[in-house]
């Protein structure tokens, strides 16, 4: 019996993990730096990490609204220009474009292994 419960509860944690990969592949766009590149400059570039993790280093040009403070802070987002997204890996910007899109975002976009893997030009705070 215990057997068949921890089956269950595997098989429905795989079923949920499919069902977000393919609702987030649906939802937004991963992008390359390249791809990124140009088209961020067009749009809002939102850095969802940290303060402390933005303060060290960010994308030039880039606001930073943490994934904690999104909720809070979606006025500061508009629904009619694309959004870029980036955070350290590419969690939690992900993350954010699935908040987003239930919120009524459209073009949302993010970049592919995040901000670990930009080559682009970054501002630090001195």
Known sequence: ????????????LIAFGLYRYFKSKKIMSTLTEEEFRQGYRKAQL??????KEFEGGHILGARNIPLSQMKNRLIEIRKDKPVYLYCQSGA???????????????????????????????KTKK
């Open 1 to 12: 019996m215990e057997l068949w419960i921890l089956i269950g509860a595997v098989i429905a």
């Open 92 to 122: 939690r910007s992900t993350r954010a474009a699935m908040l987003l899109n239930k919120k009524g975002y459209q073009d949302l976009n993010v970049l592919q292994g995040g901000f670990k893997k930009w080559g682009g030009k970054i």
């Open 46 to 51: 939102i850095d969802v990490r940290e303060p």
